[in-house]
């Protein structure tokens, strides 16, 4: 289980913005996950219920924004929103190409806000 030590960074990440904001409380803060992403938001929402108690982040939500796979084909330099069907592979709905892809979103984990009070 991988989610506890990003759970733990995402717990230090808000801890030290209300630190440096002077906050009473944290709100919410919103994640950033591609759906690629391993983590769980499920998970995550468990054990930041669990290592926020006694902190200002006790009560906080997690809000998860998902992010689609999306690929770029260098061949028609073009971006395209991956159809999900992992069986079939990834190909270039343009082209037909799977081996000129490159990913650029779906994979993504990050904080991208924090809702203090
Ligand atoms: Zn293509």
């Not at 808000?14 to 499920?42: C, F, T, W």
């Amino acid at each position: 289980m991988h989610e506890l030590p990003l759970t733990n960074k995402i717990l230090d990440i808000a801890l030290d913005y209300a630190r440096k904001n002077e906050a009473s409380r944290i709100v919410s803060v919103q994640i950033g996950l591609g759906v690629m992403h391993e983590a769980e938001p499920e998970w995550m929402n468990k054990y930041f219920a669990w290592i926020t108690r006694g902190t200002v982040a006790e009560n906080a939500n997690l809000d998860f924004r998902r992010y689609p796979v999306i690929w770029f084909c260098q061949k028609c330099q073009k971006p395209f929103k991956d159809p999900g069907e992992k069986s079939a592979g990834t190909f270039c709905p343009e082209c037909s190409e799977n081996r000129e892809l490159t990913l650029i979103s779906g994979k993504e984990f990050r904080v991208e806000s924090i809702i203090i009070s």
